[in-house]
């Protein structure tokens, strides 16, 4: 049998690794000189220079003939590398976008690399074994107290929150569930806070649900007396009731008052969903952990790993306290899960996921947990949360800074003192246009914020000293 080119070779098999490691190298070296080539967080030039870039060394993307395995990774990679917005890089602080552990990003290529297709037992079976024990574990974690409680691998926090909705939309229709009010027949009305999430409306729309009820959140929360009152205008007057909660807003990182919110949902007979994709990973945390007290009591969970869990992206759970709760997801295809195969004992991974082909995103995630611990991934939670802490108190010790709040997590939302919005707008787009910061931005009551979203734990003061120099350097005296 003739033997493949680097670019015929496959990736899998006892040859896969000797067609790999040759390629990898030449990943790594593109990498690393697409990296000392963009020399920052993010390209200089803007969105034309880094399209003419791209177009200049990659076109033709289809030639009649190929250049070759090792010229087009070395071309391409590095062409990615060069025009990369680097989260790893300290000044790259706009978004809950977080730098991927070297571990978990080498779990994942052991994950592409045998590609197992998690909608069938016979294309994953130890994949699919890993998953349940994995999932277990992290449901575990954020219902301590729960007897069989469980959790679903998805591409993140919208999947996660529509998954959510959709659970308590199937939930009310079932006569057993006593703890619903409302009346018979009517749709799943969601209750939120204007600091939700957009997926939360989104998930209503694509299931044909009213509008949510979007309450006012002044002080970035969900305030207990709005939502009491809100609830009890709705009793009887209403379908059944999803009282959606954020715990770490998009925005500040805010984290509504969960035990309060779990008592007024009890109290009303509403179900009650958190959206914990960005504080969810304080659970690991025992400094932090106390912050989302109340969570284990929540119906469903969103966590998003891909956040504060430094996870290659896709890396979304949703847990929920009992594994019951998801028998609505239930699906049969003759092909992937026939009910004679289900009762043989062949597992039946098709009500796992709205999805049929998924990856085994779980590996890395798995990788991560059994290298870290609880204690090791807590302590990165911690040193990312304090370099926020002193971020904050750099900007309070500034005579040109002011800062929003005191952050919650690793959010921090700041200006120049006196700066209207159109020059914080303009001091963020020039920072970006020179490739020196990505910083965000945020509408407040009190107006428009800076804003630095802190996910690298190995990021330093003196980063963030000089973070705030080239603010300040772009503010107009």
């Known amino acids: 049998m003739p033997v493949p080119s680097a670019g015929t070779a496959l990736a899998g098999g006892t040859n896969g690794p000797r067609a790999l490691r040759p390629l990898l190298d030449t990943v790594l070296d593109a990498l690393t000189t697409g990296a000392e080539h963009r020399a920052g967080p993010l390209p200089p030039g803007g969105p034309d220079a880094v399209a003419h870039a791209v177009r200049t060394a990659c076109a033709p993307l289809l030639p009649e003939h190929g250049t070759?395995?090792?010229?087009?990774?070395?071309?391409?990679?590095?062409t990615l590398a060069a025009g990369a917005a680097d989260p790893a890089d300290p000044h790259c602080a706009a978004h809950l976008h977080c730098p991927p552990l070297a571990l978990a990003a080498a779990a994942d290529l052991a994950a592409s690399a045998l590609n197992p297709s998690?909608?069938?037992?016979?294309?994953?079976?130890?994949?699919?074994?890993?998953?349940?024990?994995?999932?277990?574990e992290l449901a575990a974690l954020v219902h301590p107290r729960a007897a069989a409680p469980d959790t679903l691998v998805t591409t993140g926090g919208t999947e996660s929150n529509q998954l959510a909705v959709l659970l308590a939309r199937e939930a009310a229709r079932e006569p057993h569930e006593s703890s619903y009010t409302g009346l018979p027949g009517a749709p799943l009305q969601i209750v939120c806070g204007a600091n939700a999430h957009h997926s939360i409306h989104r998930a209503a729309w694509l299931l044909g649900l009213p509008e949510p009820l979007t309450l006012p959140t002044p002080d970035g929360i969900l305030t207990p007396d709005t939502v009491h009152t809100c609830l009890a205008s709705l009793v009887g007057h209403t379908g059944p009731v999803l009282l959606a909660a954020t715990a770490g807003t998009t925005d500040s990182g805010a984290i509504d008052p969960l035990p309060a919110l779990a008592d007024l949902a009890e109290r009303h007979g509403a179900r009650f969903h958190v959206d914990a994709s960005y504080a969810g990973p304080?659970?690991?945390?025992?400094?932090?952990?106390?912050a989302l007290h109340g969570l284990d009591r929540a119906h469903t969970v969103t966590l998003?790993?891909?956040?504060?869990g430094w996870q290659p992206v896709a890396a979304g759970l949703l847990a929920v306290p009992d594994a019951t709760a998801l028998a609505p997801l239930a699906h049969q295809a003759d092909y992937l899960n026939a009910d004679d195969d289900t009762e043989a004992g062949l597992p039946d991974l098709l009500g796992r996921s709205l999805r049929t082909t998924r990856r085994?995103?779980?590996?890395?995630?798995?990788?991560?947990?059994?290298?870290?611990?609880?204690?090791?991934?807590?302590?990165?939670?911690?040193?990312?949360l304090a370099a926020a802490q002193t971020l904050a108190d750099l900007?309070?010790?500034?005579?040109?800074?002011?800062?929003?709040?005191?952050?919650t997590l690793s959010t921090v939302l700041f200006r120049p003192t006196g700066a209207d919005p159109t020059t914080l707008a303009a001091i963020r787009r020039t920072?970006?246009?020179?490739?020196?910061?990505?910083?965000?931005?945020?509408?407040?009551?009190?107006?428009?914020?800076?804003?630095?979203?802190?996910?690298?734990?190995?990021?330093?003061p003196?980063?963030?000293?000089?973070?705030?120099?080239?603010?300040?350097?772009?503010?107009?005296?």
Request: proline share 5%; charged share 20%.
């Open 118 to 136: 998690m909608d069938s037992w016979d294309q994953a079976p130890a994949a699919s074994e890993l998953e349940a024990l994995t999932c277990r």
């Open 360 to 384: 085994p995103d779980i590996l890395k995630i798995a990788v991560t947990l059994k290298a870290l611990g609880r204690a090791g991934l807590g302590d990165l939670v911690d040193r990312t």
């Open 304 to 308: 998003d790993l891909h956040k504060l």
């Open 68 to 78: 070759g395995a090792h010229q087009a990774l070395r071309t391409l990679i590095h």
């Open 462 to 477: 003196g980063d963030l000293t000089t973070l705030l120099k080239l603010v300040e350097g772009h503010t107009p005296r």
């Open 431 to 460: 920072l970006l246009t020179d490739g020196h910061a990505v910083l965000g931005r945020a509408t407040t009551p009190t107006g428009l914020w800076l804003k630095a979203t802190l996910l690298n734990p190995h990021t330093q």
């Open 395 to 407: 900007i309070e010790a500034h005579p040109r800074y002011e800062l929003h709040s005191r952050p």
């Open 282 to 290: 304080l659970l690991f945390s025992t400094l932090h952990r106390t």
